[in-house]
Nanobody, 121 residues
């Protein structure tokens, strides 16, 4: 199995910055697309940013210009640098990865446990 372990959440004032990390471990043979989602209270989970194994990225309109997603393929780790944070960015942030455990296996989707980001003065 593949485990995703997130870190880096916390409480920050509006306008501040945070950096989230998510490392894939366990029986990882290969990781394809990785991404970050978030879910605020009473709202559906939404895509924040995604990145392919070749480095192509996409972002939600609400975070373009403020958030940057990156990855280290050697470490199977994805990062989310969040700048100019706003109260509306408050949510639980989840890491997602498409991975397989063997070279001939099927791709599967995996989720991290989530990390809380709170933007408040």
């Amino acid at each position: 199995q593949v485990q995703l372990v997130e870190s880096g959440g916390g409480l920050v004032q509006p306008g501040g910055s945070l950096r989230l990390s998510c490392a894939a471990s366990g029986s990882v043979f290969e990781v394809n697309t990785m991404g970050w989602y978030r879910q605020a209270p009473g709202k559906q989970r939404e895509l924040v940013a995604g990145i392919t194994s070749l480095g192509s990225t996409n972002y939600a309109d609400s975070v373009k210009g403020r958030f940057t997603i990156s990855r280290d393929n050697a470490k199977n780790t994805v990062y989310l640098q969040m700048n100019s944070l706003k109260p509306e960015d408050t949510a639980v942030y989840y890491c997602n990865a498409e991975a397989r455990t063997t070279g001939w296996g099927l791709w599967d989707g995996y989720w991290g446990q989530g990390t809380q980001v709170t933007v408040s003065s």
